[in-house]
């Protein structure tokens, strides 16, 4: 089967390379499948796992946003944050899920719920619980 280098990078490292038969991402359009030979793009990703195929298995990524690039040879994630299962630490994922929780409770209930900052904040710990449920989702499929 054809295959595609595959390199899912944050600011801070390289979090994954390798030669795929698939990679299968959260754009914001919906999910994306890329194959060796897909036509060349750009897109911007949600917070999401990303799973990657190889001829010995799957592998997946707990992405926080970023970019996908599709080149004729290469697929490149440009990931805000990106984390293998291992890398997880669960214990912290669970406790911003929490603390999101209980800040989001707070300022729904809040007098101001309904001006355009307490909203902004709202926005901001709806994604904190997002990533950290993604987290505990990749983090669920430890080896
Ligand atoms: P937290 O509230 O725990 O800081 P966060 O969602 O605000 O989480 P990010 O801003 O997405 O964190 O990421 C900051 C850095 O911390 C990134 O390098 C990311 O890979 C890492 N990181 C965040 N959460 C975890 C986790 N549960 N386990 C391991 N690394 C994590």
Redesign the pocket.
Known sequence: MNTIQVEVV?P?RKVYTGDVTMVIAKGVDGELGVQAGHVPIVTPLKVGVLRVKTTNGEQSI?V?GGFLEVRPDKVTVLA????LPE????A??Q??KE??EKLLAALESSRESDTAKVKAEIEVQKA?IK??EM?LTV?KGKK
């Open positions: 944050t801070e707990a926080s805000e944050a990106a984390e890398d997880i630490d669960v912290r994922a406790a911003s603390l999101a904190a990533r950290a987290r983090a």
